[in-house]
Structure formats: C-alpha cells, structure tokens
C-alpha cells in the first residue's frame, strides 16, 4: 500500500501509454488493468477517462473490435467536453491518427452509428466495455 493512488496511477497509466506507442498491446492492457481499479476508486473523472480512451486506442491500434473502439473513442470524448479536459500536445495526434484509421475500416456510416452509441453510453458502460478491452488484449 503506497497511500497514494494518484501517483501509482498516473506511473501505470504512463507505463502504458509508452507501451501501447511501443506496439506492445498486450502488456500495455495489462498495465492498464492495473490502473483502472485505481481509477474508479478515486472516481476521478481524468483518470476514468483515460482509462476509456486507452481502451479505444488499444482496440483500434490491435485492429479488433473497431466498433467498440469508436463507442470508447466517443465516450471518452463526451466526458473530456463536458469536464473541459484537455489533452496532451501529441496524445491528441496519436489518437487522431488511430480514429482515422477506424473510421476508413468501418466507414463513414458505421463509425457514425457507434460514435453515436458511445456519445449515449454512461460512465459505467463504457467503463465495463475498456474492461473487456484490456482483459481480450491482455492475454496472449
């Protein structure tokens, strides 16, 4: 027990983020895994949703579940709008680059029914939807 989840969190969440850029999936899922029980217990709302948008882009960069990466992508985008958070100078690149890449496998039309369905999608759906993404992405 360190006493300070915050700290731990944000090592993890960094851990994975290098991680998912190393093309290391698996144990970026993991590590993420780790992060998000730390996340939900501190309900802090940026932790939370990092931890939804890491999921997105761990399902987009695997090239699995597309569908469900564009819900989380969506998701986690309506909780950045509403708190107003802003992302890191870089991160937002990346994960332009890996939406694009979703939107041209699925096409304009599904990607807008799932951006859709994400933008509906409360904070505990999307929360156990990342959560199936690390658990399928972790195991190898």
């Known amino acids: 027990e360190l006493g300070d989840s915050g700290h731990v969190f944000d090592a993890l969440a960094g851990l994975g983020w290098a991680q998912l850029l190393a093309g290391q999936y698996a144990e970026s899922a993991g590590t993420y895994l780790e992060a998000l029980p730390l996340a939900v217990e501190s309900d802090d709302v940026l932790q939370i949703e990092w931890c939804i948008r890491a999921a997105a882009a761990i399902a987009a960069a695997r090239g699995t579940e597309l569908e469900r990466a564009t819900r989380l992508f969506s998701a986690s985008e309506a909780m950045r709008e ?59």
């Not at 107003?84 to 937002?92: A, K, P, S, T």
């Not at 990342?130 to 992405?137: C, D, G, Q, S, T």
């Open 82 to 140: 509403a708190t107003g958070i802003d992302l890191r100078v870089g991160i937002g690149e990346t994960l332009d680059q890996l939406m694009d890449a979703v939107r041209q496998h699925l096409g304009r039309e599904r990607f807008t029914r799932g951006w859709q369905a994400g933008q509906r999608m409360t904070r505990d759906q999307a929360l156990d939807e990342a959560r199936l993404v690390f658990e399928k992405a972790s195991v190898r």
